[in-house]
């Protein structure tokens, strides 16, 4: 089983900045992919940014590129989100995920809300 805790998120004006983190604990013995996906108010969950370890590739939606940045700390088993120039639209809660050989895993979710 693995386990992930979630800090970071909050209120921002538009045009600001967070930096969301997500720390591993458990049974993490080979890591596919970690990232996170988004979900808004009425609408299916969505991938903002993974980190597809085997391939070092990382993948982002279209809205994010360029203003979001995903990166990982392997030795504290952390995946971390810089998130600038942030606009009203980015308002989310936050999820990161874990793929390993075992599934998916999700993080608790972290409200993140763009408003003046």
Known sequence: QVQLVQSGGGLV??????????????????????????????????????????????????????RFTASRENAANTVYLQMNNLKPEDTAVYYCHVDTPDGRSWGQGTQVTVSS
């Open 13 to 66: 004006q538009p045009g600001g900045s967070l930096k969301l983190s997500c720390a591993a604990s458990g049974s993490i013995f080979r890591v596919y992919a970690m990232g996170w996906y988004r979900q808004s108010a009425g609408k299916q969950r969505e991938l903002v940014a993974t980190i597809l370890t085997r391939i070092g590739r990382t993948d982002y939606a279209d809205s994010v590129r360029g």
